[in-house]
């Protein structure tokens, strides 16, 4: 019996043991469970709280970026040449559609674009977050604005955003100097430093709008809204107002700009109106001009092609773009060489026969029967180039070269205008460089009337003119005259900046003026075209050569085809007494500095001198 009693005891102490065993191994469980549940509430309610609490607030309060106006553009008489205007674009907001393929298909019928347009824009997006508005469409008319307005809750996610552009007061007025606003690519967010850039804003692409985009851009606002479910505001919660960007204040004169550019129509070439005793430009003129509508939310590929192929090229900026040979108005560089070297004085004399020989081979004048014996003044007066080859023989290429630059030829001018060329003028050293060849001395001679190798751009050209006008002081092209805040308070103001002098004396420069003023008011001047009545005018009238004599020889001048013929320059100051202003025009193909040029710059200058001229005619009464 007490066998059996022990052995049921034994049984039950391992039953015992076997249930303390299960029930400690239960509590484990229960323990880990508990322990997975601790460790998940501290990640969500501690590690995470912050940025569900974010992300909750979201589904109900949004942020949404408010752009800041951008900065005026004016002309130095205060008066707007760019302003703002309200800008409706039409965005996606990828949290709010539930159903983004009917609703794409929807936009693609009210926008009238193909629906592989909208995947594109969705696929430029697809990185930034599901709120992030994407821009779908920009600048509806306001027919689709009315009818998305109307219909958007069956539109889901899709908004109407409002947002100041661009207005061009005198539609394609200064274009390539104003330039236009684009969409910011990708490479542009990532340059944008420290600047909150939004994926779809817009950024200066070129002219004033890309050099000066941090002074016009602004700095943007914020605005919270409530939301519901579906994404629609319910209510506006709080504001910060954005700041306006600054208004720039050109140095460009609206008036004689739109002379310049009116003269132009229909021409391809610059017109550039400059203040001799200070650099600044009044009119900076490009033709033709760039269509600024255009670029309002990103020019179609239809317009893009049409400016493409236009043979006058209007996305060139002609001003400090076009590199062309100066032709005969680089003669009074060659005068002052001659002049300043000793080899030719006022009494040197050189007969013109129409031509003249060098090494066997003719170098005819442009007048072929000849100019006769004519002096300096006289042969800037009738452009006769037999005698500046003879001057350029006698000083050489690399004095004329050393002139030149002194007068602001081979180099940028330093302007504040993008992709200015330099221009290129030749030397012996130059061309051994270049061409792996020594220097020719009928080379010599082309430079000497501004042919061969030369090439400069119109506002080098002007430069000169100013830089002769204002006694050999040569002062830095500037555009701008002043940037100003919101209040109008001036925040930054450019002074003139003297960039170097002529070389050469007083006598010399005496001389030259002598030879420009002759130009336009003497007997046989090339340029009594552009004569004003009561206002003295000093010029220079040039015909560069595009492809070489022989090939139009004989070919009555308009059936020469156009881009073979030759371009027209005319640079001139005036008033000559006392000169104010130096007006440069080039017109590409144009055939003849004094008629294709000289009556746009007569143009010109009678716009600056409109008041004058009036009041002369009053006088005469």
């Not at 949004?62 to 205060?78: E, F, S, T």
């Not at 908004?159 to 005198?170: A, D, M, N, T």
């Not at 629609?232 to 910060?240: C, G, L, N, P, S």
């Not at 300043?340 to 442009?366: F, K, P």
Request: neutral net charge.
């Amino acid at each position: 019996m007490r066998q059996v009693i022990s052995k049921i005891q034994k049984i039950n102490e391992a039953e015992l043991t076997e249930l303390k065993r299960r029930v400690n191994i239960a509590t484990l469980i229960i323990l880990f469970f508990v322990m997975i549940l601790v460790v998940r509430l501290w990640y969500l309610q501690i590690l995470r709280g912050p940025d569900y609490v974010k992300l909750s607030e979201n589904n109900r309060i949004r942020m949404q970026w408010v752009n800041a106006p951008r900065g005026n553009i004016w002309d130095r008489n205060g008066k707007e040449i760019v302003t703002n205007r309200p800008f409706f674009n039409v965005t996606w907001v990828r949290e709010d559609a539930p159903n983004p393929d009917m609703v794409l298909k929807k936009m693609a019928v009210i926008l009238k674009v193909d629906i592989s347009e909208l995947l594109e824009r969705i696929r430029e997006g697809q990185d930034y977050p599901r709120y992030v508005p994407i821009r779908l469409k920009e600048d509806i008319d306001w027919k689709t604005l009315v009818y998305i307005e109307n219909h958007r809750y069956d539109l889901p996610g899709i908004r109407i955003e409002v947002l100041p552009s661009r207005k061009y007061i005198h539609d394609n007025l200064a274009s390539h100097l104003i330039g236009y606003l684009g969409r910011i690519n990708q490479k542009e967010l990532n340059d944008a430093k420290n600047v909150n850039y939004q994926p779809n804003d817009h950024i200066g692409k070129l002219g004033i709008e890309k050099l000066y985009e941090d002074k016009l851009r602004g700095e943007k606002g914020q605005r919270y809204v409530e939301v519901d479910v579906q994404g629609f505001e319910q209510r506006e919660i709080a504001v910060h107002e954005p700041l306006s960007g600054n208004d720039i204040k050109l140095t460009i004169d609206l008036d004689i700009q739109k002379a310049a550019e009116d003269a132009l129509e229909n021409k391809g070439g610059a017109v550039i109106v400059m203040e001799v005793n200070s650099g600044r430009l009044l009119a900076f003129a490009s033709s033709p001009p760039l269509e600024l509508e255009e670029f309002i939310g990103g020019i179609s590929q239809k317009a893009w092609d049409k400016m493409q192929q236009n043979i006058m090229h209007p996305f060139l900026n002609k001003t400090v773009q076009g590199q062309y040979p100066p032709a005969s108005t680089y003669k009074m560089v060659t005068a002052l060489a001659g002049l300043s070297e000793g080899v030719i004085n006022q009494d040197t004399i050189y007969y013109c026969a129409g031509s003249m020989m060098l090494h066997g081979r003719r170098y005819h004048c442009w007048k072929r029967s000849g100019h006769g014996a004519v002096s300096l003044v006289d042969a800037l007066a009738q452009s006769c180039d037999v005698y500046f080859y003879q001057v350029g023989l006698k000083v050489g290429v690399n004095s004329l070269a050393k002139y030149a630059r002194s007068l602001g030829f081979g180099t940028q001018t330093g302007i504040n205008v993008e992709h200015e060329k330099p221009g290129l003028i030749p030397t012996t050293d130059w061309k051994l460089k270049q061409r792996k060849e020594g220097w020719q001395e009928g080379e010599t001679m082309s430079v000497a009337i501004g042919q061969g190798f030369n090439l400069a751009t119109p506002l080098q050209v002007c430069q000169m003119t100013a830089t002769i006008a204002n006694n050999g002081i040569r002062y830095r092209p500037q555009i701008i005259e002043s940037i100003m805040d919101e209040s109008g308070t001036i925040t930054e103001k450019f002074e003139p900046i003297e960039d170097g002098r002529m070389l050469g004396d007083s006598k010399s420069l005496g001389l030259i003026k002598a030879g420009m003023l002759a130009v336009v008011n003497g007997e046989r001047g090339t340029a009594k075209l552009v004569r004003l009545d009561g206002i003295t005018v000093a010029g220079k009238t040039g015909t560069a050569q595009v492809v070489k004599l022989a090939q139009n020889k004989n070919v009555p001048e308009d059936e020469i085809p156009y881009k073979y013929r030759d371009h027209a320059w005319f640079t001139c100051y005036a008033p000559a007494e006392k000169p104010e202003i130096a007006v440069t025009v080039l017109v590409e193909h144009g055939l003849h500095g004094s008629s294709g040029a000289g009556p746009v710059a007569k143009l010109v200058l009678e716009s600056y001198f409109s008041d004058r001229l009036v009041h002369k005619e009053k006088d005469k009464k």
